[in-house]
């Protein structure tokens, strides 16, 4: 994976394989969001589909946006893999997620694995932000810096790597978004000599509805 991939490059790769991120939901995704009553969601950077689908199993109304058409067929056929119901929960968009404008609030809005340039990951995170709706979650996951070094498996460009440090302080300027968790956590991968180290940043919006 490189920091420069295109819409193009994302198509190739995921025309290599059947799925690359497996079926079942990103384990971040799973423990953050379990609890929370289904709402609205918005997932950006939503790959082959993982987290949207599982989301739209429990009942959650999904956006789902990824600059891939590739992975974004792969996702719809995944989707009707799991029936009817769940397919019709989700809405994908071949969008480009710099340029992408969320159009509503969200109760629940995912950024997972997505590595781009700090100053692109820091608008989009931004937007991210923006979309979600008083009361509302932001769920950020990412292949720490650490990875490099002490991990497994993520891009290798300590460029498109970050911290948790730089998500909070991509999301400093939005003083109602009131972090809950924002760590680097390990992830076992079966057949690995050690974990993947992950960033996992999880904040709030307080229910006031001024930001
Ligand atoms: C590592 S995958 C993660 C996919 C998904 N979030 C998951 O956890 O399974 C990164 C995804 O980001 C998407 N992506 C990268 N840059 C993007 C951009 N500028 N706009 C939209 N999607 C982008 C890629 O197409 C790819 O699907």
Redesign the pocket.
Same mark, same amino acid.
């Given at each position: =994976?490189d920091a420069l =991939?295109s819409?193009h490059d994302?198509d190739e790769r /995921?025309r290599t394989s059947e799925l !690359?991120?497996?079926a079942g939901p %990103?384990q971040w995704?799973r423990q953050y969001t379990q609890d929370l009553s289904p709402g609205t969601a918005l997932?950006?950077?939503?790959?082959?589909?993982? %987290?949207a689908v599982w989301l739209a199993d429990r009942g959650w109304q999904v956006t789902a946006?990824?600059?891939?058409a590739v992975?974004i067929e792969k996702a719809k056929k995944l989707a009707s893999q799991h029936g009817r119901r769940t397919a019709e929960r989700i809405h994908w968009a071949i969008?480009?997620?710099?340029s /992408?404008a969320p159009t509503a609030e969200y109760n629940l809005v995912?950024? !997972? /694995?997505?590595? !781009?340039h700090a100053e692109?990951r820091k608008a989009?995170l931004q937007r991210a932000a923006g979309a979600v709706s008083p009361g509302g979650q932001l769920l950020v996951?990412g292949h720490h810096t650490d990875n490099l070094t002490h991990g497994v498996g993520g891009p290798p460009n300590p460029e498109i790597l970050y911290t948790e440090e730089d998500v909070l302080a991509d999301l400093a300027e939005f003083p109602n978004l009131l972090s809950r968790t924002a760590q680097r956590v390990e992830r076992v991968i079966d057949g690995q000599p050690r974990p993947a180290l992950d960033v996992v940043v999880e904040a709030q919006r307080s229910a006031a509805t001024q930001r």
């Open positions: =994976m =991939m819409a994302w /995921y !690359i991120w497996k %990103n995704v997932d950006l950077a939503s790959g082959e589909g993982r %987290n946006v990824d600059f891939s992975a969008e480009d997620v710099l /992408y995912l950024v !997972i /694995y997505l590595h !781009i692109q989009v996951v």
